[in-house]
T-cell receptor, first 117, second 111 residues
């Protein structure tokens, strides 16, 4: 089946620094990638949708200047948390749809645990 | 606005028991519904996907049903095993491809 990877799997950083998370589709071309955020015992909240080569579409309440998304190629999207603060600590998960299994299914990455001190 | 509810939040059963996990959603205009499994600190694994025109899907010991008109879906797990312990999330997809997730049900199967 289609595989989506994320890197890093876990990151700890100091308040005020920026952190970049990569999401890659390993064996298919991802025309659309989604970024989610999950707090403990909460559901996944969609942050933004990105299509290759175009600007990301952010959900209401998500600061686009704080969460920079770049979908530069059909296999890579990056999420940069700028000037991170402790309240940004969360589990970030990406997913991708594309030509692998049609557009009905989103394939999810393993997630990135961000801890901001 | 679509809302997805999963109750209860947690469930503990003895090994071997058949069980049903419930999911309800407020807007019946869905494209499909999907059940996922999430292990602690991990990403999501898709279990079953039901198109809006379908009533159920089966995979091994899992069976998912969909009643779109009443806004409900169930995930049936037969002969539960300790390895089934995880959080199970349901998500509904709208026509714009966006998924709306429930908070999940944390299942513990006791040996």
């Amino acid at each position: 089946g289609a595989v989506v990877s994320q890197h890093p799997s876990r990151v700890i950083c100091k308040s005020g620094t920026s952190v970049k998370i990569e999401c890659r589709s390993l064996d298919f071309q991802a025309t659309t990638m989604f970024w989610y955020r999950q707090f403990p015992k909460q559901s996944l909240m969609l942050m933004a949708t990105s299509n290759e080569g175009s600007k990301a579409t952010y959900e209401q309440g998500v600061e686009k200047d704080k969460f920079l998304i770049n979908h530069a190629s059909l296999t890579l999207s990056t999420l940069t948390v700028t000037s991170a603060h402790p309240e940004d600590s969360s589990f970030y998960i990406c997913s991708a749809t594309g030509l692998a299994g049609g557009t009905d299914t989103q394939y999810f990455g393993p997630g990135t645990r961000l801890t901001v001190l | 606005k679509q809302e997805v509810t999963q109750i209860p939040a947690a469930l503990s059963v003895p090994e071997g028991e058949n069980l049903v996990l419930n999911c309800s959603f407020t807007d019946s205009a869905i494209y499909n519904l999907q059940w996922f499994r999430q292990d602690p600190g991990k990403g999501l694994t898709s279990l079953l996907l039901i198109q809006s025109s379908q009533r159920e899907q089966t995979s091994g010991r899992l069976n998912a049903s969909l009643d779109k008109s009443s806004g409900r879906s169930t995930l049936y797990i037969a002969a539960s095993q300790p390895g089934d312990s995880a959080t199970y999330l349901c998500a509904v997809r709208r026509a714009n491809s966006k998924l709306t997730f429930g908070k999940g049900i944390t299942l513990s199967v006791r040996p």
